[in-house]
């Protein structure tokens, strides 16, 4: 019996199919006249309180600020969403009539470049990518249009590491590890070098006695049974003495379990990343958190794109100096946490202080890296491509480096 | 032959989830007309939005192909997902290892998936006749190594240079991808192979002697051993067969969709695959509209993520919606025809 | 008090099983139902119990109509049934068995469940603690334990669809008492069976159905070759076993077997003559059973010392034996004869020992045709076994006996025949020794033991305590032999 009904159905099928071709051409041909229409696809939950809310809170108050609209589409990775690849999501908000797609995901590398392939004339940003580095290892001069943007995050996790250091009463400091990458190992190293400074030139103390240990999960954040879980890591650092854990994962879970076991009456601290809120999980066991404002970087892309002016260009931007916290200008922030001690909290300024006005760059010689061999003769100073691809962690650092 | 109530049936079978859907929109606020306007639109809306939602299709076909192999043999195989990543697991091995023409990599990588999907469904086979040991346990743990090991290659021996990342491998040369047609993302040699295989298999086990055997091994295996059928070796073949086609599904998800080796490579579509066949009610021709709204609804429930904001997990409640509503009603359904025995399993 | 049915029609597709029936059975009554397999017995006490809804047709009880759309409605309305093996809880206790499906009231606690199992053991002398989980029971005190829940839930009117097939001997006669003793307190026994003596003995009326038609209503007692010219058109020749000189040379020989569990004194010694029939008798559990299933080398026995033509079998399993001929036919064919969903086609397939990939459809299709021809199966090549009456059951399981066994043991081979085609059946039994088989069955029936064994072994409490031949066997010598009197 049930061929005569399978022969019916698909004939239906095919009728709604006929029927509804006519729409897709409709939607393509938006007007330039309409409001701006921005796609962001995000790797994680959009209220993440970490990377992923950080790119939609960035992209909403620059869409907010040109009065235009944003197609939002969150937890694009194989695993929230294995039916969905960003080649799919791009081609669909094209569809809608985006004028700038922003991939804010490091695992979304492929993706996109395949994307911008098959679409070589749409305004695109990958978020944290080097494609459109002319001088970077992976240039992509065959897409016009796919620019880059990322914050020196560097020096926000130097005033991470510094905060961790000068807060810490065993000198043990354990950093939270997504994956490891280029942009991993380069991140953790910056708080290295800061908690490093901190200990021995500012608390004075001997650099021996500071344990800079780190460990990875295997992804940016969670995935049961793929990853290793971050809650547990972040207990076993606590267990094993760590008395301040810096995150360097998507999510919070550094300062969430920081948060309970400080109101279990331990004097342990933690500091989150990316998002400007997330030290609100546990406030008084945040030293603070180092984040990134794609606000105004987003602003001027959109700008960009409305007048013509888009181009595959690369931008690693830095805080601006004047004041991190500058939400209309700085790229990269550090926000202080109630668990920061006044005394810890001014020799932070000072810290930061020194950064931007160049008399400090922790980022010269001599440096090693963690087998010894020399990655900056004395008096050296690094360049932003040996930053950048960071081949290996520094001598003192422990915890493997890929 | 179609009986009066057979057809009140399918309109109810119909009717009952689409308005426990509709009223799912009104509940979070989406215009239901809307949704529905965007189902079909969102997955079959263009034809590259067709070709999207079959490439989606083309996994289900073949998980629940494998799983009408086992369920035929009174089997729950649970160990689907395990059987899809080892699958995956040893066509990307031959992708990254064999470099050769397009032709001559895609069969190896066929056989290499076919074979990976049966070592992997023959352990739960074996686990359930030598050891004793109940295949849905046996399953789940060898889902769990099969995960464990797919993470360990990608972070360990197969990790792209200087990266310890659980994202995935390097993308495997263009030569192990599955070719497509232009604008389309979908391969029609996957969908091909995965009608192919449904084809083969419900040839197998309605036409064959060994489907024969297999089925009755599976609806009374005391009968069946009566029959001088050896059903430990009829148990053990379901799970060799199963895996093969569930590793095939694996070789699509690698070489046609994802063109690397991802750890969430099976993507859960073993364990919807299951619900699938139990829609179907184990009959073959029902499985390709049925997975094909599943998998209409997987992209349209991306569509109304993008469109109408709204969650990206309602798609897998409407599924379930779906899948409740039509387990209630065969249930209901089976207590009316107790009563009246009819000869209707005929024709299956 | 009366129920009356009018004119009943229940159709299968194209198979008319009752054909407009219409009948009143007194209160007090014992009605039996007589009939070839396939009339349409157990279809008609399926309408009335409420397993199948009638296609047209209505019944009354009292003058007052029923609504008879499910078996608990049937219940409520004062009908119920009672299958040959009842459907129970076999982890329940016997008084949660009658809670089970009860109606959720005050009348029907566990408390008043239990007094009232207690009552109804003490007026028709069962003995069921009331707490001891059903699978300790026997079928025959299930049975007793599913009539007193009937009663309990107000059944008035009682059917028996073939009752004593799967009880002993004295079971029978308690079974017996039981309904007697039911019918003088006033209520109508609706009794299904082939066995025409017990007709005989227990009904008061018996009505005779053919092809779904009432062919009569009999007082009784009444001569049996009226009920049988009723139920059959053709004229039965009675067939015995010719005299058994002609047996051939030692087929199966069993020395020191060793048989597991129930099966007491180990040692066996028996041989078997190519083209004999041996009957084995005892009561149910007697060890009958265990010696045919550890002959066919079955799975759950262990054998030694078992020679096929001089041959050391002992080792091998069922599967292997099958290769040398042997052939074993189970009594409970739903649960071990038969692959229930599929069809006699694919039964055929099954059996038949083609070995290529695809299976030639047709050819077995030929064959089912055949089958169904030869042992006039009432269904169709695509008819699968929950759609044939029990008896069609039977006859396909007996059909699908390779052609030329060379050991074939059964269990109850013609258990819900008519007697037509068990006559039939043993016919085709027969001829197969002539060609050299060698039988050897179970049956709980005097008669056919007596008319067609060359030899029987008695067997008491797991021990054969007596091998008789043929002519030495007497109903009564039997009957004394089971109860383990020599
Ligand atoms: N569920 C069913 N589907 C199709 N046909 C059926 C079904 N149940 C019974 N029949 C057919 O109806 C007819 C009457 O069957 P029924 O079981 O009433 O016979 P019966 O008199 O009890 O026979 P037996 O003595 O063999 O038990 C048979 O031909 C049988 O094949
Ligand atoms: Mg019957």
């Given at each position: 019996?049930?061929?005569?009904h399978?022969?019916?159905?698909f004939?239906?099928l095919l009728?709604?199919v006929?029927?509804?071709?006519?729409?897709e051409?409709?939607?393509?041909?938006?007007e330039?006249?309409?409001?701006?229409?921005?796609?962001l696809?995000l790797?994680?939950?959009?209220?993440?309180n970490g990377?992923?809310?950080a790119?939609f809170?960035?992209?909403?108050h620059?869409?907010?600020?040109?009065?235009?609209e944003m197609?939002?589409?969150?937890?694009?990775?194989?695993?929230?969403?294995?039916n969905?690849?960003?080649?799919?999501v791009?081609d669909?908000?094209?569809?809608?009539?985006a004028?700038l797609?922003?991939a804010t995901?490091?695992?979304?590398?492929?993706g996109?470049l395949?994307?911008?392939?098959a679409?070589?004339?749409?305004?695109?940003?990958?978020?944290s990518?080097?494609?459109?580095?002319?001088?970077?290892k992976?240039?992509?001069?065959?897409l016009?249009m796919?620019?880059?943007i990322?914050?020196k995050?560097?020096y926000g996790?130097m005033?991470?590491?510094?905060?961790?250091a000068?807060?810490?009463d065993t000198g043990r400091?354990s950093?939270l590890?997504?994956l490891?990458?280029?942009?991993t190992?380069?991140?953790v190293s910056?708080t290295y070098?800061?908690a490093?400074?901190?200990?021995t030139?500012?608390?004075?103390?001997?650099a021996?006695?500071?344990?800079?240990n780190?460990?990875w999960i295997g992804?940016?954040f969670?995935i049961p049974?793929?990853?290793?879980d971050?809650?547990?890591?972040a207990?076993e650092?606590?267990a094993?003495g760590?008395?301040?854990?810096v995150s360097g994962i998507d999510?919070?879970?550094?300062i969430?379990?920081a948060?309970?076991?400080?109101?279990?009456g331990?004097?342990?601290?933690?500091?989150?990343?990316?998002?400007e809120g997330?030290c609100?999980?546990a406030?008084?066991?945040?030293?603070?958190?180092?984040y990134?404002?794609?606000?105004?970087?987003y602003?001027?892309?959109?700008?960009?794109?409305?007048n013509g002016?888009?181009k595959?260009?690369?931008?690693?931007l830095?805080?601006?100096?004047?004041d991190i916290?500058?939400?209309d200008?700085?790229m990269i922030g550090?926000?202080?946490g109630?668990?920061l001690?006044?005394?810890?909290?001014?020799?932070?300024?000072?810290?930061?202080k020194?950064?931007g006005?160049?008399s400090?760059?922790?980022?010269t010689g001599p440096?090693?890296?963690?087998d010894?061999?020399?990655?900056?003769g004395?008096?050296e100073s690094a360049?932003?491509?040996?930053i950048?691809y960071m081949?290996s962690l520094?001598e003192?650092?422990?915890?493997?480096a890929e | 032959m179609?009986?009066?109530?057979?057809l009140?049936f399918?309109?109810?079978?119909i009717?009952?989830p689409v308005c426990a859907s509709m009223?799912v929109?009104l509940?979070?606020?989406?215009?239901?007309?809307?949704a529905?306007?965007?189902?079909f639109?969102g997955?079959?809306?263009?034809s590259q939005?067709?070709?999207d939602t079959l490439?989606?299709?083309?996994?289900?076909?073949?998980a629940s192909?494998?799983l009408i192999?086992?369920?035929s043999?009174?089997m729950w195989?649970?160990g689907?997902e395990?059987?899809?990543i080892a699958?995956a697991?040893a066509?990307?091995f031959?992708a990254?290892e064999f470099?050769a023409?397009?032709p001559v990599?895609?069969?190896?990588?066929?056989?290499a998936?076919?074979i990976?999907?049966?070592i992997?469904?023959?352990l739960?086979g074996?686990?359930r006749?030598?050891g004793g040991v109940?295949?849905i346990?046996g399953?789940?743990?060898l889902?769990?190594v099969?995960?464990?090991?797919v993470?360990?290659?990608i972070?360990g021996?197969w990790?792209?240079?200087?990266?310890?990342s659980?994202?995935?491998?390097?993308?495997?040369?263009?030569?192990?991808w599955?070719?497509t047609l232009?604008g389309l993302?979908?391969?029609?040699?996957?969908?091909?192979?995965?009608?192919?295989v449904?084809?083969?298999v419900?040839?197998?086990l309605s036409r064959?002697?060994?489907?024969l055997?297999?089925?009755a091994?599976?609806k009374n295996?005391l009968a069946a051993s009566r029959f001088g059928?050896?059903?430990?070796?009829y148990?053990l073949?379901?799970?060799?067969?199963a895996?093969?086609v569930a590793?095939?599904a694996?070789v699509?998800?690698?070489?046609?969709v994802?063109?690397?080796?991802?750890?969430?490579?099976?993507?859960?579509y073993?364990?919807?695959?299951?619900?699938i066949?139990?829609?179907?009610?184990?009959?073959g021709?029902?499985?390709?509209?049925i997975a094909?709204?599943f998998?209409?609804?997987?992209?349209?429930?991306?569509?109304?993520?993008?469109?109408?904001?709204l969650?990206?997990s309602?798609?897998g409640?409407?599924?379930?919606i779906?899948v409740l509503s039509v387990?209630?009603?065969?249930g209901?359904r089976?207590?009316s025809?107790?009563?009246?025995?009819?000869?209707?399993?005929?024709?299956? | 008090?009366?129920l009356?049915?009018r004119?009943i029609t229940?159709?299968f597709?194209p198979?008319v099983?009752?054909?407009?029936?219409?009948?009143?059975?007194?209160s007090?009554?014992i009605?039996?139902?007589?009939g070839e397999n396939?009339a349409g017995k157990?279809?008609l006490?399926?309408?009335?119990?409420g397993f199948v809804s009638p296609?047209s047709?209505?019944?009354?009880?009292?003058?007052?109509q029923l609504?008879?759309?499910?078996?608990?409605a049937a219940v409520?309305?004062?009908?119920?049934i009672?299958?040959?093996?009842?459907?129970?809880?076999l982890?329940?206790s016997?008084?949660d068995n009658m809670?089970?499906?009860?109606?959720r009231?005050?009348?029907?606690?566990?408390d008043?469940?239990?007094?009232?199992?207690?009552?109804?053991?003490e007026q028709?002398?069962f003995s069921i603690?009331?707490?001891i989980p059903?699978?300790?029971?026997?079928v025959?005190?299930?049975q007793?334990l599913e009539?007193a829940?009937?009663?309990?839930l107000?059944?008035r009117v009682?059917?028996?669809?073939?009752?004593?097939?799967?009880?002993?001997g004295s079971?029978r006669?308690n079974?017996?008492?039981?309904?007697?003793s039911?019918?003088?307190?006033?209520?109508?026994v609706?009794?299904?069976s082939h066995k025409?003596e017990?007709?005989?003995?227990i009904?008061?009326r018996v009505t005779?159905l053919?092809?779904?038609?009432i062919?009569?209503?009999?007082?009784?007692?009444?001569p049996?070759?009226?009920l049988i010219?009723l139920m059959?058109?053709?004229e039965?020749?009675?067939q015995g076993?010719k005299?058994s000189?002609s047996?051939?040379?030692?087929?199966?020989?069993?020395?020191g077997?060793?048989?597991?569990?129930?099966?007491?004194?180990?040692?066996?010694?028996?041989?078997?003559?190519?083209g004999e029939?041996?009957g084995?008798?005892?009561?149910e559990g007697a060890g009958?059973?265990d010696?045919?299933?550890?002959?066919a080398g079955?799975?759950d026995?262990?054998?030694?010392?078992?020679f096929?033509r001089?041959?050391d079998i002992?080792?091998d399993?069922?599967?292997?034996?099958?290769?040398?001929g042997?052939?074993?036919?189970?009594?409970d064919?739903?649960r071990?004869?038969?692959?229930?969903g599929l069809?006699?086609?694919?039964?055929?397939?099954?059996?038949?020992?083609?070995r290529s990939?695809?299976?030639?459809?047709?050819?077995?299709?030929e064959?089912?045709?055949?089958?169904?021809?030869?042992?006039s199966i009432k269904?169709t090549p695509?008819?699968?076994p929950?759609?044939?009456?029990?008896?069609?059951?039977?006859?396909?399981l007996?059909?699908l006996?390779p052609d030329?066994p060379t050991v074939?043991?059964m269990?109850h081979?013609?258990?819900g025949?008519?007697?037509?085609?068990?006559a039939?059946v043993?016919?085709y039994?027969m001829?197969?020794?002539?060609?050299?088989t060698?039988i050897?069955f179970s049956?709980s029936?005097?008669?056919?033991?007596?008319?067609?064994?060359d030899?029987?072994?008695v067997f008491f409490?797991?021990?054969?305590?007596?091998?008789?031949?043929?002519?030495?066997?007497?109903?009564?010598?039997l009957?004394?032999?089971?109860?383990?009197?020599k």
């Open positions: 019996m049930q061929w005569k399978l022969v019916i159905f004939s239906l009728f709604v006929g029927c509804s071709d006519n729409d051409t409709e939607s393509v041909s938006s330039a006249s309409e409001p701006f229409k921005l796609g696809i790797v994680g939950p959009r209220d993440d990377w992923s809310q790119h809170e960035g992209a909403s620059a869409i907010e600020k040109v009065g235009g197609i939002v589409v969150d937890k694009v990775n194989p695993a929230d969403s294995p969905i690849t960003v080649p799919q791009v669909d908000m094209i569809g809608q009539g004028q797609i922003i995901s490091d695992d979304m590398k492929d996109i395949e994307a911008a392939a679409h070589p004339d749409v305004p695109m940003i990958h978020a990518g080097d494609s459109a580095w002319t001088d970077g992976a240039y992509h001069s065959e016009p796919l620019a880059n990322m914050g995050m560097e996790k005033i991470a590491g510094c905060a961790a000068l807060q810490s400091i950093y590890g997504p490891i990458n280029d942009e190992r380069r991140l910056s070098l800061g490093k400074h901190c200990w030139e500012v608390a004075g103390k001997s021996s006695d500071l344990k800079f780190v460990n992804f940016w969670n049974g793929v990853t290793l971050p809650t547990v890591v207990n650092f606590f094993s760590t008395d301040v854990i999510t919070t879970e550094a969430v379990e948060g309970k076991r400080a109101s279990a331990e004097t342990v601290w933690a500091v989150p990343y990316d998002y997330s609100s999980e406030p008084s066991a945040c030293l603070g958190v180092p990134f404002n794609w606000g105004p970087s602003l001027d892309a959109i700008e960009s794109v409305s002016s888009f595959a260009t690369f931008q690693w830095g805080p601006d100096w004047k916290n500058d939400h200008t700085s550090f926000l202080k109630d668990g001690t006044s005394e810890n909290s001014k020799e932070l300024d000072k810290f930061t020194a950064l006005d160049g400090l760059n922790l980022w440096l090693n890296y963690q010894g061999s020399s990655f900056l004395e008096g360049t932003d491509l040996q950048w081949p520094l003192g650092m422990d915890g493997p | 179609f009986v009066r109530n057979d009140l399918l309109g109810l079978g009717l009952v009223l929109f509940f979070v606020d989406a215009p239901p007309l809307r529905t306007e965007l189902f639109e997955a079959f809306g263009s939005r067709m070709g490439m989606i299709w083309v996994p289900l076909l073949l192909s494998a192999i086992t369920f043999a009174g195989n649970i689907i395990g059987q899809i699958g697991v066509a990307s031959v990254r470099e023409s397009t990599v895609l069969t190896a990588m066929i056989v998936g076919l990976g999907g049966m992997w469904g023959g739960a074996l686990l006749v030598r109940n295949e346990f399953g789940l743990g889902n769990f099969a995960t464990g090991l993470v360990y290659l972070m021996p990790s792209r240079r200087g990266i310890a659980t994202g995935g491998t390097e993308p495997f040369r263009p030569q192990a599955f070719p232009d993302r979908v391969s029609p040699l996957s969908v091909l192979l995965a009608i192919g449904l084809i083969l419900l040839w197998f064959t002697s060994y489907g055997r297999l089925r091994t599976g295996p059928i050896r059903t430990d070796a148990l073949l379901s799970f060799l067969l895996g093969g590793g095939l694996g699509t998800q690698a070489a046609a994802y063109h690397r080796l991802v750890p969430s490579i099976s993507g859960g073993g364990f919807l695959a299951i619900l066949v139990l829609l179907a009610g184990f009959r021709q029902w499985i390709l509209p094909l709204f998998a209409a609804v997987s992209m349209a429930s991306f569509q109304w993520q993008l469109q109408l904001g969650h990206s309602l798609g409640v409407i599924q379930g779906l387990l209630l009603l065969s209901y089976a207590i025809y107790m009563r009246k025995p009819i000869s209707e399993e005929g024709d299956a | 008090m009366s009356q049915l004119s229940k159709t597709g198979i099983a009752n054909d407009s029936l219409s009948l009143t059975i007194e007090g009554e009605h039996g139902l007589l396939g157990s279809t006490a399926k309408v009335l119990s296609d047709g209505t019944v009354e009880l009292d003058d007052e609504k008879l759309s499910s078996p608990s409520s309305s004062g009908i119920g009672l299958h040959q093996e009842p459907l129970v809880f982890d329940f016997a008084v809670l089970v499906g009860s109606p009231d005050g009348n029907h606690t566990k008043l469940a239990e007094e009232h199992l207690l009552k109804i053991c028709f002398n603690d009331p707490l059903v699978q300790k029971l026997s025959g005190e299930r007793q009539i829940r009937l009663l309990w107000g059944a009682l059917i028996l669809d073939e009752p004593t097939t799967a009880i002993s079971q006669e079974l017996f008492q039981t309904i007697r039911l019918a003088e307190a006033g209520m109508s609706i009794f299904v025409l017990e007709i005989q003995e009904c008061s005779v053919r092809q779904g038609r062919m009569g209503t009999k007082h009784l007692p009444c049996t070759s009226d010219d059959f058109d053709r039965l020749e009675p076993r005299s000189d047996l051939g040379s030692i087929c199966l020989e069993l020395c077997q060793k048989v597991t569990t129930h099966f007491e004194s180990g040692k066996v010694d028996m041989t078997f003559r190519t029939i041996v084995l008798a005892g009561l009958q059973r010696l045919l299933r550890s002959i079955l799975d026995t262990v054998t030694e010392g078992v096929f001089s041959r002992g080792d399993s069922y599967i292997h034996r099958m290769q040398y042997f052939h074993y036919l189970p009594a064919r739903g071990e004869g038969l692959v229930d069809t006699i086609t694919e039964h055929v397939a099954l059996a038949s020992p083609q990939i695809a299976t030639d459809w047709k050819l077995s299709r064959e089912s045709k055949k089958i169904i021809d030869k042992f269904g695509e008819s699968v929950a759609s044939l009456s029990g008896g069609n059951q039977q006859r396909l007996l059909g006996i030329n074939l043991l269990e081979p013609t258990r025949l008519d007697i037509e085609s068990a039939w043993w016919k039994l001829s197969l020794t002539e060609e050299g060698t050897l049956s029936d005097f008669d056919e033991l007596m008319t067609y064994c030899r029987i072994f409490e797991g021990a054969i305590i007596q091998e008789l031949a043929s002519v030495e066997a007497t109903t009564e010598r009957g004394s032999l089971l109860g383990g009197v």
